[in-house]
Nanobody, 115 residues
Framework: VQLVESGGGLVQPGGSLRLSCAAS????????MRWYRQAPGKKRELVAT????????TYADSVKGRFTISRDNAKSTVYLQMISLKPEDTAVYYC?????????WGQGTQVTVSS
């Protein structure tokens, strides 16, 4: 069971990024997927959640209207489209799921929003 994130980088305030998380080793289409983030010195926080079919999504208040989570079950990949990025969005972003009562995390991808 593996999750591999990509797509992070350095972006100016107001810019956009799309993160990807490729899953393997489990039946991706059967599991809820989540994106978390952790800023330096802060707790890891839940950013967005998507249901198994992609029709149900929820967001942290801090990212509503700016971030969009989506998934492609044929590609076993979940995405996080981020627009209007702010310096406070700077963090390591992690993909997450829970398979058979076990938390599964990716290695994380760094997003830095700075001019």
């Amino acid at each position: 069971v593996q999750l591999v994130e990509s797509g992070g980088g350095l972006v100016q305030p107001g810019g956009s990024l799309r993160l990807s998380c490729a899953a393997s080793g489990f039946t991706f289409s059967s599991y809820i997927m989540r994106w978390y983030r952790q800023a330096p010195g802060k707790k890891r926080e839940l950013v967005a959640t998507i249901g198994v079919s992609g029709g149900s999504t929820t967001y942290a208040d801090s990212v509503k209207g700016r971030f969009t989570i989506s998934r492609d079950n044929a590609k076993s990949t979940v995405y996080l489209q981020m627009i209007s990025l702010k310096p406070e969005d700077t963090a390591v972003y992690y993909c997450h799921t829970r398979v058979q009562l076990t938390n599964v995390w990716g290695q994380g991808t760094q997003v830095t929003v700075s001019s």
